[in-house]
């Protein structure tokens, strides 16, 4: 009590958010949700939205894929025709 000058209630709570974020594979993800909560719910609440935003690009990129090779093989065949031409 006599090292930290804050409540113990609050030295818990900080510790158990430390607690729940540490083990979080994506680093990133851990570093943004330490700096910007207090409390594990705030956390825990905060790592849910931003790891569905993570899918949600991850998702976006697999589905943009297909398309951008469609696009460089549509300029390809175009190279192609005008080296023929």
């Known amino acids: ?3 930290y000058s804050i409540p113990s209630s609050e ?3 900080i510790v158990a958010r430390d ?3 540490e083990p979080i594979p994506d680093r990133e993800l851990s570093i943004k ?3 910007r909560t207090k409390t594990t719910d705030e956390a825990y609440r905060m790592a ?3 790891g569905a935003y993570q899918q949600m690009a991850n998702a976006d990129d697999r589905l943009r894929q297909p398309n951008r090779e469609r696009r460089e093989l ?4 175009n190279q192609q025709l ?3 031409i």
């Open 19 to 21: 607690a729940f974020l």
């Open 11 to 13: 030295i818990t709570e």
């Open 1 to 3: 009590m006599l090292v």
């Open 82 to 84: 005008d080296t023929k």
């Open 48 to 50: 849910l939205r931003l």
């Open 74 to 77: 549509e300029i390809d065949v």
């Open 33 to 35: 949700a330490r700096e």
